[in-house]
């Protein structure tokens, strides 16, 4: 195919420019920073007040280095770092001073919410010393936690929750804090005694990273330098039991069903070793499960929707394959094109195809590290649903470090939670990253996967390999392609496009100014991406992204200029993508071409907005469309934000006007109590939810949330004040860790 041809010729002219980048850089060995950390009888309170009697036998660093926006300069801010362990704790305290402390930003007061536009401090640890894998805690000044677990080395799962303790307070120079992780809450190595260690923090007015260690600018698990003496940690009994009682009141006005439902449930948590843990769930409840984003589909594609679920994050990295999914800067090709072909994908249990909960009789997962391993197996019992039978759910995981850069792995599932029909995953991947080498970071994946059902058939297979050069300043690239049977059918991953080939490159320089007064850098590249029909041998879909201009302020605000040419094949009734509104396109290849315009301003202003708009081309006619974020935080725990998307499409076979609007509204009234309210409506489905959560944590690990949902659908279009009530959800739910 013509097409085809041509982008190989293409990308085989990237491939050689990029790899001429390579090898003409210098490549420097890596200097890796040890410090020693020592193991102590006392134990320092934990109330962001640092006691210096208390931490007079703790390991100091003080030796820090800008991140961004100028790399391995000297901070502009001051940095002292304490660390002692005991045999149950590691204990982590900050000095941060600040010239200025009533500038200090601190807007979130949300326990678990996102701290990223406010100054924070970092703790990273990899207890393997893998430099691929490893946990994230963080705190800003008002004693927010905010964690997270590491997956693909350089992608963040932020969803994921941990037991532990962080204080902070306001000071004289600035601001301070302690942190208390308990080894409990990690999985660790008894054996070794060195772990990757690295500490940030961030200046938010200034839009300054700071670190202990720092390369290429990066800030995932990667980069961390040696922290050795953890001889004689524990993990105690490393039981951690969590009862869970919830009672739901709920009524449907369109099938006059009501009814009210007691669940208790129960969650146990095991440290088989203390790099092992077993995880046992029954009668799982996912009630106080925080809402999804409202998202319209008017496309021929599925959407993806994130996990979570508490359950099913625990040692979520260790499921991961591949490299789908993984993050690349500047790059629009994400959602369900970057997700296609995931052998697991969690969300396909305990949930049915419309997003309703599907009850969990019960499931048992082991998870961790063992002799050079790396292993996940989870079993899962799903009652039965609808026409669905109770099923029994099987995914296994395996993989191994070859060496440092490199990593082998098996997967393999077993089951359909959304059907009766048999079925079964098998795939092998190979990922590396010379991360631990030099300082030029290439990443490769490679990856094959074949399914089985009850039904022999042929072209049951995917595969996959990706080459890519994630550099922050000069030449970057990425080179992905991607093939994907016509009955590939991972029952319990996730697949959005079959029968395809996906040829996928990015090309763009980066260009970073380190005395300029306002701008931070600036980039221009391009990032294709076309999906071929095998069977067909016809066009799918392309997108031709041109980022014209991108500029980044020192401020933290953007602005970019670009230019998009989009391709899309349809060829049959079952692709219409707008099927839902009544128009059918002619059937055959489309192309257009669309400009566009975006602004954000930086979230650590008190006021922050967010504008795009694009203008062209759209199949038949044209399409004008736009949106804008606003967000206002009028003191620490008060924060109102309001999306809006508006699409204006013309079309010879129809038109129509998209109106999508989310508005949300959080108030914590103390530290320990919060109040989050989701508005969510669009006027293609009509529908308008309402979703109200209040939730109580005294700590980590004890929780208390009381849930509304209300969903309506509008009457009139004319009049978007006209609303029926369908739905009214209403939920309580406690639970309590208690940990031996």
């Known amino acids: 195919m013509n097409r085809t041809n041509q982008f190989v010729k293409h990308m085989t002219v990237a491939l050689i420019l990029m790899c001429t980048a390579i090898t003409s850089s210098e490549s420097k060995e890596i200097s890796v920073k040890n410090c020693l950390i020592e193991n102590c009888l006392s134990r320092p309170i934990v109330d962001g007040v640092i006691n210096e009697d208390e931490w007079r036998e703790a390991t100091r660093i003080n030796r820090f280095v800008q991140v961004k926006p100028n790399e391995a300069s000297n901070p502009s801010e001051k940095t002292t770092v304490l660390l002692l362990i005991t045999n149950s704790t590691f204990y982590i305290a900050a000095k941060l001073y600040d010239k200025s402390p009533s500038d200090i930003i601190a807007k979130v007061s949300r326990q678990g919410a996102s701290i990223s536009n406010d100054d924070f401090f970092r703790v990273q640890i990899d207890p393997f010393n893998s430099k691929r894998a490893g946990y994230r805690f963080q705190v800003n000044m008002n004693s927010v936690r905010n964690e997270g677990i590491f997956l693909n080395i350089t992608s963040i799962n932020d969803d994921w929750t941990s037991i532990w303790e962080a204080k902070a307070t306001q000071t004289s120079y600035g601001w301070s804090t302690e942190i208390a992780i308990p080894f409990k809450s990690l999985s660790f190595d008894p054996e070794t005694d060195v772990w990757g260690f690295n500490v940030f923090r961030y200046i938010s007015r200034k839009n300054e990273l700071i670190s202990w260690i720092t390369r290429n600018q990066e800030s995932n698990i990667s980069v961390s330098g040696s922290l050795s003496g953890f001889k004689g940690i524990q993990k105690g009994l490393g039981l951690d039991v969590v009862p869970n009682l919830s009672f739901q009141s709920s009524s449907n006005n369109k099938t006059g069903v009501s009814e009210d439902i007691f669940q208790p449930s129960l969650d146990v948590f095991y440290k088989i070793t203390p790099s092992l843990n077993g995880s046992l769930t029954f009668n799982t409840d996912f009630s106080a499960t925080e809402v999804d984003d409202r998202r319209v589909d008017l496309s021929q594609f599925s959407l993806f929707f994130p996990e979570k679920r508490a359950f099913f994050l625990r040692e979520f990295d260790i499921f991961d394959f591949g490299g789908i999914g993984s993050d690349f800067s500047y790059s629009r090709f994400g959602g369900s094109q970057s997700q296609n072909a995931r052998p697991f994908f969690s969300r396909k249990i305990g949930l049915g195809t419309d997003g309703s909960p599907v009850d969990i009789i019960g499931g ?377």
Do not use: C
Request: charged share 25%; aromatic share 16%; glycine share 8%.
């Open 364 to 740: 048992a997962k082991v998870s961790g590290r063992l002799k050079g391993y790396d292993l996940g197996v989870l079993i899962v019992e799903q009652d039965s649903y609808q026409d669905v039978k109770q099923k029994s759910l099987f995914v296994g995981r395996i993989s191994k470090n070859i060496n440092s850069n490199t990593t082998l792995g098996l997967i393999h599932t077993r089951g359909d939670p959304r059907s009766n029909n048999r079925n079964s995953v098998t795939g092998m991947d190979l990922r590396y990253r010379n991360s631990s080498t030099t300082e030029d970071i290439i990443e490769g994946n490679i990856w094959y996967q074949s399914s089985t059902n009850d039904y022999a058939m042929s072209d049951e297979d995917a595969f996959g390999i990706s080459l890519s050069k994630p550099s922050p300043r000069g030449f970057r690239g990425l080179l992905q392609y991607q093939n994907v049977g016509k009955n590939f059918n991972p029952a319990l991953g996730f697949v959005s496009r079959r029968d395809v080939e996906l040829y996928r490159g990015i090309f763009g320089y980066v260009k970073q100014f380190d005395d300029h007064p306002y701008i931070r850098k600036i980039y221009s590249g391009a990032d294709t991406a076309y999906w071929d029909l095998k069977g067909l041998n016809k066009l799918q879909s392309y997108t031709q992204f041109y980022r014209l201009l991108d500029v980044e302020y020192h401020s933290g605000d953007k602005f970019n200029i670009s230019y998009v040419r989009f391709g899309e094949g349809i060829y049959s009734e079952n692709n219409q993508p707008f099927s839902n509104l009544d128009i059918v396109l002619p059937e055959r290849e489309y192309h257009w071409d669309r400009y566009g315009i975006y602004f954000r301003s930086s979230k650590s202003r008190s006021i922050d907005f967010k504008l795009n708009y694009y203008t062209g081309d759209y199949y038949t006619g044209t399409r004008d469309s736009g949106s804008i974020d606003l967000g206002y935080r009028p003191r620490p725990g008060l924060d109102f934000s309001i999306d809006y998307n508006y699409w204006d499409v013309d079309l010879p076979e129809g038109s129509f006007i998209l109106r999508q609007l989310d508005a949300k509204f959080s108030w914590n009234f103390f530290e320990y109590l919060s109040w989050v309210n989701v508005i969510q409506y669009d006027n293609i489905s009509k529908s308008l939810g309402f979703n109200s959560r209040l939730h109580w944590t005294k700590k980590a690990g004890e929780n208390l949330y009381l849930v509304f949902t209300n969903n309506y659908s509008e009457i009139d279009e004319a009049n978007s004040r006209d609303f029926e009530l369908i739905s009214r959800d209403a939920s309580i739910k406690v639970n309590y860790t208690i940990r031996f």
